[in-house]
C-alpha cells in the first residue's frame, strides 16, 4: 500500500506541475512554456503508469480511507506552499507578483477541488459507501 500511495502522491505532484506549467502556456504562448508543458506531459504519463504497475491502484481506488490520508497531505503540503508564496509576494515586482498571484489562485482552486472530494469521500462513507470513492 505504501508504493501505491508513494504513486499516488508523485502522480497528484505531477498533475499540479503540468496545471502550472498549462497555466503560464495559456498566459505567455511562448516555445519554453509549450516545452514545460509537453516534459509534464510526459512525466504525468509515466508517474500514472508506474501507480498502475503497482497492481494496489483498483483497491487504493475503492478504499476512502486512503483517499482521504492523500488529501489530507496534499491540502498540507499546498497550504504551507500558499503561505510561503503570499508572504513573498510583497518583496517582488509587479510582473513577478502577477504571476505569483495567478499560481495562488490555482493553487486555492485544488484547494478547494480537493477539500470537496473529501467532503463527498466522508459522506460516502457516512451513507454506507463502504468507503468506495
Not at 509537453?38 to 503497482?54: D, G, M, P, V, W
Not at 483497491?59 to 476512502?64: D, H, I, M, Q, S
Not at 491540502?75 to 505569483?100: K, N, P, Q, V, W
Amino acid at each position: 500500500m505504501r508504493i501505491a500511495e508513494s504513486h499516488a502522491l508523485l502522480f497528484q505532484s505531477k498533475l499540479l506541475l503540468l496545471n502550472s506549467a498549462n497555466h503560464s502556456y495559456r498566459r505567455t504562448r511562448t516555445r519554453k512554456d509549450l516545452k514545460r508543458v509537453e516534459h509534464f506531459r510526459s512525466e504525468l504519463n509515466r508517474t500514472e503508469a508506474a501507480l498502475r504497475k503497482t497492481g494496489l491502484d483498483e483497491l487504493a481506488l475503492e478504499n476512502g480511507d486512503f483517499w482521504l490520508q492523500i488529501y489530507a497531505e496534499l491540502i498540507d503540503c499546498a497550504t504551507a506552499s500558499l503561505d510561503r508564496m503570499r508572504s513573498a509576494m510583497s518583496s517582488r515586482e509587479a510582473a513577478d507578483r502577477f504571476e505569483t498571484a495567478t499560481d495562488v489562485q490555482m493553487l486555492e482552486e485544488l484547494l478547494a477541488q480537493w477539500t470537496s472530494r473529501m467532503r463527498l469521500i466522508r459522506q460516502s462513507t457516512a451513507d454506507g459507501g463502504h468507503n468506495k470513492v
